[in-house]
């Protein structure tokens, strides 16, 4: 019998449709395109969706659940945390008091842990902190679940098409919450965003964050081989790479990776291999220029991403009203940190600005900054809130993604009771839910 060749057989396969499909008088079918549809079943409902569970979609899940709210949680990791747990980060930056109650919460828990020094975190137990404060509030938490596109019927966002370990389904809800730092929920729908820097669209570089142990002279230490990457040979050669403190006989590592984009495959792609292979080059010099005892320990899962997608609200947050420690009548959120903004095209340990013009006073993040422009039942908070580059250089710090998760939280539990949509409702009732729940908005 005469074999086919697999190729041969395989495209005589795939161009069966297409010819019978121009049989019947169909529009030929574009060679570069793929039709896909498929009934999915609404295996879940809820008041309120919120998509990523960073610090931001946690805050904002068991603030909508604490006013009454049912809350679905999508997370496409195992934990929670995001940026602070699978990402390494494990450091509170900005106020850690006035956050409101959400972050006091997680604060008191850790504490109870013994995983809280001062800013520093052990993101291990954060991230069990944070999944039991969800269940605890009877949030439903759905791990290992990527959202993937959303179905939206004139302008209102009716169902979420999630992806787990079941297979694609569909979560439908009243109100939806992008907290997935990247605006992945608003790019699915076809809603406006913002990228980048002005002119080029760079984002704020990311950076991967690893662990070392100290180990003695005879213990087994991992080294870079001969002849692989490009090894470190003088300190101002290195990119920015920041030592932390991590506890006694270990660091944590922090270097920079700048010009790779989050919201595109490749890119990000590209940069978990550089960042890979810079965490080892980074390594290399410590070990043989500076002779640190430090061996390899854990690598994050992922690499830190500072800015992925801003989502165009019905305000913007402009770093001038930083600047100006603007006070809106509508604020429901403060930022406390300075203008981190490090420059997007350098590894080194540049800023945008002159160190002189960093400083900004404390400053309020108003309702519409939280409320997507397009589309009528969309918020957002945390990394993909509406704010110019230099303005998220600040608010991207945890506490600040915190109070406007609760916020935005806050907010959707009040349309879901009232049946209105975000932009119908009265901001000064959110303002004054989080200040009852000890939401500090005082500048
Ligand atoms: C290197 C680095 C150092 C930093 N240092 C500090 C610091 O010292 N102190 C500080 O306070 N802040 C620091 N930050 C900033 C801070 O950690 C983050 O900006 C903040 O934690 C972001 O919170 P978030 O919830 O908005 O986003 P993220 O933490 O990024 O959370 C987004 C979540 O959404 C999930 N997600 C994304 N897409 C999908 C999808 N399609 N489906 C399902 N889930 C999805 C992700 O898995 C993630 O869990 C640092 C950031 C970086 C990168």
Redesign the pocket.
Same mark, same amino acid.
């Given at each position: 019998m005469k074999r086919r060749r697999f190729l041969g057989g395989l495209a005589a396969g795939a161009m069966a449709p297409l010819g019978a499909a121009r049989a019947q008088g169909g529009a030929p079918a574009d060679p570069a395109a793929v039709e896909w549809s498929r009934r999915l079943p609404v295996r879940h409902t809820a008041d309120v969706a919120v998509?990523?569970?960073?610090?931001?979609?946690?805050s904002a899940a068991c603030a909508a659940a604490k006013s009454g709210a049912s809350v679905v949680l999508?997370?496409?990791?195992a934990v929670?945390? !995001? &940026?602070?747990?699978?990402?390494g980060?494990?450091?509170?930056?900005?106020k850690m008091t006035g956050q409101g109650e959400v972050f006091d919460e997680i604060v008191r828990d850790l504490t109870a842990f013994g995983a809280l020094d001062g800013?520093n975190i052990h993101y291990e137990i954060l991230a069990v902190v944070l999944q039991e404060l969800l269940l605890r509030r009877g949030v439903k938490l759905l791990l290992h679940?990527?959202?993937?596109d959303a179905v939206v019927r004139d302008g209102v966002l009716t169902e979420a098409v999630?992806a787990g370990k079941s297979g694609p389904e569909a979560l439908r809800a009243r109100l939806f919450i992008d907290?997935? !730092? &990247?605006g992945?929920v608003a790019r699915a729908a076809g809603f406006a965003v913002e990228r980048g820097r002005e002119g080029d669209g760079l984002p704020l570089p990311?950076?991967?964050?690893f662990f070392v142990r100290h180990v003695g002279a005879d213990e087994t230490r991992p080294r870079l081989p001969e002849g692989w990457f490009s090894p470190v040979r003088r300190q101002e050669d290195l990119p920015m790479t920041s030592v932390w403190p991590d506890g006694p006989g270990a660091n944590a590592l922090?270097v920079k990776i700048p010009m790779f984009h989050s919201t595109d495959t490749e890119s990000l792609t590209a940069a978990e291999i550089r960042g890979r292979r810079r965490m080892l080059e980074v390594l290399d010099y410590y070990q043989r220029v500076e002779g640190k005892p430090w061996r390899l320990d854990h690598c994050s899962p992922?690499?830190?991403?500072?800015e992925?997608c801003r989502i165009t609200g019905l305000q913007t947050l402009r770093v001038d009203d930083l600047r100006a420690g603007r006070r809106f009548d509508d604020a429901v959120a403060m930022g406390t940190?300075y203008l981190d903004g490090h420059k997007p095209d350098d590894d080194k340990r540049t800023y945008i600005l002159p160190k002189d013009e960093l400083d900004v006073p404390p400053y309020q993040i108003p309702y519409g900054c939280l409320v997507a422009r397009d589309g009528r039942n969309l918020f957002m908070?945390?990394?993909?809130f509406s704010a110019d580059q230099l303005a998220l250089s600040s608010a991207?710090?945890?506490?600040t993604?915190s109070m406007m998760?609760q916020a935005a939280g806050i907010a959707a539990a009040l349309c879901a009771a009232k049946g209105c949509a975000p932009a119908e409702l009265d901001p000064a009732l959110v303002r004054k839910t989080v200040e009852d729940r000890g939401g500090d908005l005082r500048v």
């Open positions: 998509i990523g569970g960073g610090i931001a979609g946690v999508v997370e496409r990791f929670t945390g !995001g &940026d602070l747990t699978a990402g980060v494990a450091n509170f930056c900005g800013t679940t990527r959202f993937v999630i907290c997935s !730092g &990247d992945d990311m950076s991967m964050m922090k992922i690499i830190g991403i500072r992925g940190f908070a945390g990394r993909c991207r710090v945890s506490t993604c998760g």
